[in-house]
Structure formats: structure tokens, C-alpha cells
């Protein structure tokens, strides 16, 4: 079996193919410009910095190449980054593809959909089961293969539909402990909490903002959204509001990106469901390659910490 990319230490050699996840050109002390590339393929991604480049070289090795690259993996800061010998755009000959190097979301899309949909059946609220099911039928597409992020969480094929599954099945074991929490009303705005990413975001693989995710951003689009859904379903009851408050404020706090601070008891709950549901994302990755005994990299979006693996652990 091919040894993936995460799966080499400091210190070892690799030649391999790799898709460019990203390209950022920059100017090195000397003057001199570079090029700093994230890597990736299945098992995840690495920093490798390509050094006295050429305008040539920043469209030869921009973002969705695949690349044949000869290099060391090292320990920089703190953090794994690949010296580059040699590097290569992949040829027809290759035999490569983009889609070789993607990670995707470790449940089918057909199961994730047939889980959400199962959701959906349970609501007996019928104006928000009606504007659940019809925003995302309207997405579906997109919803089924956009990442949940650019970066930190969830960031990879089929992430979005990922990360909502995982919060609505959450939802469910919290709403059993407390079942003064209006269900419908929760699993209605997890599933369109994050939803406005696929208008908010470019697509599943080296994804970037869109002019409409910078400057509105996926909670407003979706406010938006959820407006027009109501209008053209002709619904007009309180639920529509409620649903848009849980929307603007799950995110929490007005530092963190949030339009308004939770002020109904699903939307606190929905809040703490996602943040969860995130950090916990982000651990199981930044861990997965961490042995025993040892630290993960500084994980910036959880406060630049390191996190330790214990050794009794399976």
C-alpha cells in the first residue's frame, strides 16, 4: 500500500505525487521572490516553499496542480514543511488525476443525505420542516460536496453535509436530556446554519472566498435566504424569525463573527452544538498522526495549542 503524504517523518525522503492546494507568491529577505505552496493528498496537507521562482513558475504551480515532487520532510517551528529537490507539473502520461488527492468526508454522500432527510421526516412543525426541505432541495448540489471551511474544520469534500450530520445526530442525544428544547426548531437550524457556504465559498477543492462570501458572508446569505423561502411558501408564522435569529447567531459571540449574541434557548444550544461538533473535527485530524506518547502541532484556531496523546489510549 502507497504511504501517504502525513505518514513520513522528519527526517525522511519522499517522491510522490501531490495536488497544489494552495499557491502564495512572496518576497524573500534577499529580494528575491518565492512561492509558498501547501501540498496535499488524502492523509492531508504540508508547507513547502519554492525558492528564486519566476512568474512562469506562479502559473505552472498554482492552486489544483497536481505535482511530481522529490523532497525532505523537516520540522520548522514547530511544524512539519517539505524541502523541495525537485518538483514537476504531472503529465497525461502521470496518469494522475485532481480527484486521487481530494479527502472526502468518511460517510457517502447518499447516507448522509438519506440520514438528513430522516431528520427532516421527524419535524412536525410544518412551516419549518416546509422551509428546511425547500432550501435544501434549492442547494442540494453544492450542499452535498462543499467543504464545511476554507480551513480549521470540516474542510474537505462532502465536509458541509458532514458537519451537519454529526451536529443533528448531537442535537438529537441533548434534546433527549432536555426535552424542553423544541427539536424541529433545532434540527431546522443546523441544517441551515452553514448553508450559505455554498454561495459564500468557490467550491470543494482549493477553495476560496466569492465576492458574495466577502462581502455578505454565508449568515447574512442565508438570512437572506430563508426570507425569500418563506415568501414564496407563502409562511408567515413567528417561525421565520426565530429560525433567522438562530441562523445570525450561532457563531455565538460579535468577536467570533456572530450578528446577534443567542437570545432563544435552541439558538445557545445550537451555538455550543457547532462548536463542538468543530473543535472536535479539528483534534481528531490534528491527532490522527501524532503517535503515542507525543504532541500535535500547535493547532492555531484552538488558541495556537499543542495537544498530547496519551499512551494508554487505543
Not at 27 to 34: E, L, Y
Not at 45 to 53: F, G, H, M, N, Y
Request: charge should be negative.
Amino acid at each position: 500500500m502507497t504511504k501517504g503524504l502525513m505518514e513520513f517523518e522528519v527526517g525522511e525522503q519522499l517522491e510522490m505525487f501531490l495536488l497544489v492546494k494552495t499557491c502564495t507568491k512572496g518576497i524573500a529577505s534577499n529580494g528575491k521572490p518565492f512561492l509558498s505552496l501547501v501540498l496535499q493528498d488524502r492523509s492531508g496537507d504540508i508547507e513547502a516553499k519554492l525558492w528564486d521562482t519566476s512568474d512562469q513558475d506562479e502559473q505552472t504551480y498554482k492552486a489544483e496542480t497536481v505535482v511530481k515532487v522529490n523532497g525532505d520532510v523537516q520540522n520548522y517551528r514547530g511544524r512539519l514543511q517539505l524541502r523541495i529537490r525537485q518538483i514537476r507539473p504531472a503529465n497525461p502520461q502521470d496518469n494522475v488525476q485532481v480527484s486521487d488527492f481530494v479527502e472526502t468526508a468518511p460517510l457517502s454522500q447518499d447516507e448522509m443525505m438519506s440520514q438528513i432527510t430522516q431528520y427532516i421526516f421527524e419535524m412536525k412543525n410544518p412551516n419549518l420542516q416546509r422551509i428546511t426541505r425547500h432550501l435544501l432541495k434549492k442547494y442540494n448540489k453544492g450542499f452535498l460536496v462543499y467543504p464545511a471551511a476554507t480551513k480549521n474544520h470540516h474542510e474537505f469534500v462532502s465536509g458541509l453535509a458532514y458537519h451537519v450530520v454529526s451536529m443533528l445526530n448531537l442535537a438529537k442525544a441533548i434534546a433527549n436530556l432536555y426535552p424542553s428544547l423544541d427539536k424541529d426548531l433545532l434540527y431546522s437550524g443546523i441544517i441551515l446554519h452553514d448553508l450559505g457556504k455554498v454561495m459564500e465559498l468557490s467550491g470543494p477543492i482549493s477553495t476560496t472566498y466569492t465576492v458574495e462570501g466577502n462581502l455578505l458572508g454565508h449568515i447574512t446569505i442565508m438570512v437572506n435566504e430563508i426570507g425569500k423561502a418563506a415568501e414564496e411558501l407563502d409562511i408567515h408564522g413567528e417561525e421565520v424569525m426565530v429560525l433567522q435569529h438562530l441562523v445570525l447567531s450561532h457563531h455565538g459571540k460579535l468577536e467570533w463573527g456572530s450578528a446577534k449574541t443567542p437570545m432563544i434557548k435552541e439558538a445557545e444550544i445550537l451555538h455550543y452544538i457547532d462548536n463542538v461538533d468543530a473543535k472536535m473535527n479539528m483534534l481528531d485530524r490534528a491527532l490522527r498522526h501524532v503517535k503515542p506518547g507525543e504532541f500535535s502541532e500547535r493547532i492555531f484556531a484552538l488558541e495556537n495549542r499543542s495537544f498530547y496523546k496519551p499512551t494508554f489510549h487505543n
